[in-house]
């Protein structure tokens, strides 16, 4: 363990500034950093920390908006520029190594490690235990900094060393409270995420800007860097001809929870497939072609297969489909789809080997045209879109790209009835688009529904049990599932959610009292509590003992109606596995 | 039942007459831990016992310290109206704070604990071994229960409600602050704020926290009722008006309303709205809590002591043992050892109020 230093203020280095000064202090990375014009004045940090506060508490909506709104008003423009890029999924990454920051804490404060450790069991949150357990903000007039300033600094820490970047942190978490303290820490550890959604934040800045939300939301979508654009670039209209990658905003649909034939007449609506990989765009621009994910992540290269069809779509084409794998099938589509687990092989791999372009190829299955010949068409109806997109795939003819296919159907019936083959397909289900739809921007209600078959279930028992994240902190709310093999137990999967605050506090409750063992934050449990465990698919794994891995498992119910010798069984797991597993 | 009140009565008036002298050498603990509760055999009696007894001394009104069943209480005045509003009518007996009595020849006296009005810590003296038992307690002097005392002694009985050094509160005057800033904001927007707090307690405490407003204070019915049996004890509180299914719909426009625990997510709170809901808990330290209880704001504001409260406390009784009781025990027990005082957890039934917060799972232990 690191030496405990009683007194802060050696750790520490010396306060910053020279008191009344007002040029910019010199940084401890180097040269000063000069703070960008417009910088909305000395509260830009505390102003921004405030705001993150507020929002992962509130319970409205409007507030929240208001909120937002409010800062776009006050806050300088390059820190307004950094938060539209956090709200919009831009995460920095992480910009220090976390076991790093628990150390320093230890250092400044003279705790024993296994007390931060408890502490940070309670808490459930890295950022927000240390910014507890430092000792009280010292105020300097002047030393608060605005968010970009910290942005730019984090920036060039990589090639920093350790003590730099030591002396600057410390020195940074004197003087804040503990909400910036908390904030400060999330960018550092690179968990920064908000309760907010892009949407809220695209509505609070159209109100700040007097521009219509889906333009703002096409305009700050796609490829650029905050720390080097400017607020008035960014939103500007010329910008976004300037960035050829430039996705469209996805247009994404709601679960259909209530009966099929509410949406009125059958015709009047296409039905397809929702297939089980990740949606994504095809742009072909300027001799070039990009490859969006839904999370706006530039996926260009990591799938090679598409490299072919560069020079083959159409100049200003826009594809919005399913990235997925596929084999050739001898069926009337010419293709089958694979279970996710292939494409996951693919996923969050920088290089890709040869092997594994044999073993999990991937394909497009092309679901709309966004834009042809540079012109937007997302404002045509679905009908018209689909008959240009159909005319490019037979002009493009690869086996790389395939048109998803639609269903033909008269009665809502006959599609209850086609919807029961969805998982035979490796299909999550069904969409259903009116026919005469826009292609329109975000979640919206009306003219897209995603139509989910019914998950798999399982009924098993709870041995592990374990505190949670965030708003469960403090509470037994993450737990570990077993099913029975002969007379044993054999876990199976973790799930974190499901259950109603009441029931979480039962369960909790029921741990506290029934607890066996404690390893390090974990208890196992007495095997009593039953769940139904909900999930979405089922792959073979060598990591896990049961020799299976699933797909999105959930609580689905609290199954207080049956006892332990009631849960099914491994055999009955392997069964699912053979049916719908990924079969290597 | 009469016999055992009588018996019970001679034992107290010991100090009108001499008193009993110490046994020698049957080298026991003063106080022991039992399935019922804290015990001390030398004397017959049960500190804050959770199953029903023949003499119990009890630290404080909270229900999860003083359980109903029992044969004869003894507490301090201002605890005895409490019990009656919350446990009916019983054999109880009162007495000040650093007022002697022997019961069967065992020293015991109560000493403020700061935690809310009529709290005690109970000193046990016997064999010239000093025990003291803290019940529940808080260092910061909130102007109504009485300052914490630390007394000397040989081995303390403590609480750790909040032994974690991430629980370390902010001046009350800074909450108070806060929370009056929140209710002005509220005020402005025409919303009416709803101070969610123990009606035991933490209620009275934010009558004292809004006071500088100026504003009528409306209040539920179990906060109503617990003002009425307090004021009946001579306590100086600002006044509270009662909401009844009466009162009018217009007159709560923007109020300044506190209710307890349980009214929080009711349908009893929808003739207020708009309003924005605040809790006011040491729990709300952690945004984790204030997330789950969903509420608009949380207030960290506690009866407890905090982190550095529980050490100055624990070190000002000069204990060379120290037993942890109900809150995060193995912790703080474990840092009291690592710094060189003997100590030890003990498993206690205290620490659940639920009947008070059925809706925030406060489940380490009470608000």
């Excluded at chain 1, 007097?210 to 654009?229: E, Q």
């Excluded at chain 1, 999967?493 to 409750?509: C, H």
């Excluded at chain 2, 991430?166 to 009416?192: E, M, R, S």
């Excluded at chain 2, 969610?196 to 019915?221: C, D, F, M, N, T």
Aim: proline share 5%; aromatic share 10%.
């Amino acid at each position: 363990m690191i030496e405990q230093v009683k007194n802060i203020e050696q750790v520490l280095s010396p306060p910053l500034g020279d008191g009344g000064t007002k040029q910019a202090p010199s940084s401890p990375l180097g040269p000063p950093v000069p703070e960008r014009t417009g910088d909305g004045g000395t509260a830009g940090f505390s102003l921004f920390s405030s705001l993150v506060t507020f929002l992962g508490t509130s319970t409205k909506t409007t507030d929240k908006l208001n909120a937002l709104a409010d800062y776009f008003v006050h806050a300088g423009d390059a820190d307004k520029v950094w938060v539209i890029a956090l709200f919009s999924g831009r995460r920095p990454k992480r910009m220090i190594n976390s076991s790093l920051l628990p150390l320093w804490c230890i250092e400044i404060t003279g705790l024993p490690a296994w007390l931060f450790e408890e502490s940070y069991h309670t808490v459930g949150d890295l950022a927000e235990t240390i910014a507890l357990l430092l000792p009280p903000q010292i105020k300097v007039p002047g030393a608060e900094r605005s968010l970009s300033y910290y942005m730019a600094q984090f920036a060039i820490f990589e090639k920093q060393d350790e003590a730099v970047k030591h002396a600057f942190i410390t020195q940074a978490w004197q003087h804040m409270g503990k909400d910036e303290r908390f904030v400060f820490n999330k960018l550092l550890t690179g968990g920064f995420r908000i309760g907010v959604s892009q949407k809220l934040m695209v509505n609070a800045l159209a109100k700040s800007v007097n521009i219509s939300p889906s333009v703002i939301a096409h305009r700050i979508s796609g490829n650029w860097d905050p720390s080097t654009i400017s607020f008035i670039e960014l939103l500007s209209e010329h910008a976004h001809t300037v960035d050829v990658s430039k996705p469209y905003p996805f247009y994404l649909a709601y679960a259909l929870e209530e009966d099929v034939s509410a949406l009125g007449e059958p015709h009047e609506w296409q039905a397809e497939w929702k297939w089980d990989g990740i949606r994504g765009q095809i742009i072909q621009r300027n001799n070039e072609l990009f490859i969006w994910s839904r999370g706006e992540e530039l996926m260009t290269g990591k799938f090679p297969e598409y490299d072919i069809l560069q020079g083959l779509l159409p100049e200003g084409t826009v594809v919005d489909g399913e990235i997925i794998s596929i084999a050739k099938a001898n069926n009337a589509w010419g293709f089958a789809p694979m279970p996710f687990a292939f494409l996951q092989t693919r996923i969050g791999r920088k290089n890709v080997t040869k092997k594994q372009l044999q073993e999990a190829p991937v394909g497009f299955i092309a679901y709309d045209l966004l834009e042809f010949n540079y012109e937007d068409w997302r404002p045509r109806p679905l009908t018209e879109r689909r008959a240009k997109l159909e005319e490019i795939y037979a002009q493009v003819n690869q086996s790389v790209f395939r048109l998803s296919p639609v269903i033909q159907y008269n009665t809502w019936d006959e599609l209850i009835e086609l919807r029961r083959q969805s998982r035979d397909l490796f299909a999550e289900g069904l969409m259903l688009k009116r026919k005469s739809s826009e292609y329109q921007v975000g979640r919206k209600v009306g003219d897209w529904w995603k139509w989910k078959i019914d998950p798999f279930t399982i009924d098993a028992v709870m041995i592990y049990a374990q505190k949670g994240h965030g708003r469960r902190s403090n509470l037994y709310t993450d737990y570990t599932f077993a099913v029975r093999d002969g007379d044993k137990l054999v876990s199976f999967a973790k799930a974190y959610s499901g259950l109603t605050d009441k029931e979480f506090a039962q369960v909790d409750n029921f741990v506290k009292r029934n607890s066996i063992e404690k390893f390090g934050p974990v208890r196992t449990v007495k095997p009593e509590l039953v769940f139904e465990i909900a999930f979405e698919g089922i792959a073979a794994s060598s990591r896990h003992k049961s020799g299976v891995a699933l797909r999105f498992p959930r609580i689905s119910r609290w199954r207080t109606d049956k006892k332990t010798d009631e849960i099914n069984t491994l055999d009955d797991l392997k069964k699912m596995l053979q049916l719908y597993g990924n079969k290597t | 039942m009469v016999e055992q009140a009588e018996n019970t009565q001679q034992a107290l008036s010991s100090p009108l007459g001499p008193p009993v002298p110490e046994r020698t050498g049957d080298g026991g603990a003063v106080i022991t831990f039992t399935d019922k509760g804290l015990y001390c055999p030398a004397g017959n009696f049960y500190i804050d016992p959770w199953k029903p007894v023949d003499k119990a001394v009890i630290t404080h009104a909270h229900s999860d310290h003083a359980k109903f069943g029992s044969r004869y209480y003894l507490c301090h005045h201002l605890t005895k109206p409490l019990l009656q509003a919350r446990l009916g009518n019983n054999n109880y007996e009162s007495i000040g704070w650093n007022e002697i009595v022997y019961i069967n020849g065992v020293k015991v006296s109560l000493h403020p604990a700061g935690h809310i009005i009529g709290s005690s810590q109970i000193r046990v003296e016997y064999n010239n071994e000093v025990w003291v038992v803290s019940g529940d307690y808080k260092t910061e002097d909130d102007g109504i229960s009485g300052a914490f005392e630390p007394i000397k002694c040989n081995v303390f009985i403590t609480e750790s409600t909040f032994g974690l050094p991430i629980y370390n509160w902010l001046p009350q005057q800074t909450i108070y602050n806060n929370i009056c800033n929140w209710v002005t904001g509220n005020t402005q927007q025409n919303q009416a704020s709803i101070l969610i707090a123990y009606s035991l307690g933490k209620a009275q405490r934010l009558l004292k926290a809004v006071e500088p407003l100026q504003q009528k204070i409306w209040v539920h019915g179990a906060i109503y009722n617990m003002h009425q049996a307090i004021v009946s004890t001579g306590v100086q509180l600002p006044e509270v008006t009662y909401i009844t299914p009466a009162t009018p719909k217009e007159d709560l426009k923007g109020a300044l309303i506190i209710a307890p625990p349980g009214a929080q997510g009711s349908t009893w709170m929808k003739k207020f709205l708009p309003y924005e809901v605040g809790v006011c808990s040491g729990w709300m330290q952690v945004r984790g809590n204030v997330r789950r209880s969903n509420v608009d704001a949380g207030f960290a504001l506690s009866d407890h002591a905090d982190w550095k409260g529980l050490l100055t406390a624990v070190k000002a009784t000069g204990a060379e043992k120290v037993y942890v009781t109900h809150g995060f025990q193995s912790a703080f027990s474990r840092y009291l050892n690592d710094n060189g005082i003997w100590s030890a957890e003990v498993k206690t039934e205290y620490g659940t109020e639920e009947e008070e917060a059925p809706e925030i799972p406060t489940t380490e232990g009470d608000l």
